[in-house]
């Protein structure tokens, strides 16, 4: 799928840990998340 994981392992993963897993890939491409608003931030903010 997106960033060389697989789908079957994206979706057996609990909803924690692949979001743990988004925004750690979110973020080492430079974005940045907003853990009190669980959202990420806009760029230029």
């Known amino acids: 799928m997106s960033k060389g994981?697989?789908?079957?392992v994206a979706m057996n993963m609990s909803p924690a840990r692949r979001l743990?897993?988004?925004v750690l890939i979110g973020e080492a491409e430079g974005g940045h998340y907003d853990w009190r608003r669980?959202?990420?931030?806009k760029?230029?903010?």
Do not use: H, K, L, S
């Not at 994981?5 to 079957?8: E, G, L, R």
């Open 20 to 22: 743990a897993f988004i």
């Open 43 to 45: 760029r230029g903010t």
């Open 5 to 8: 994981v697989p789908y079957d």
């Open 38 to 41: 669980m959202a990420w931030e």
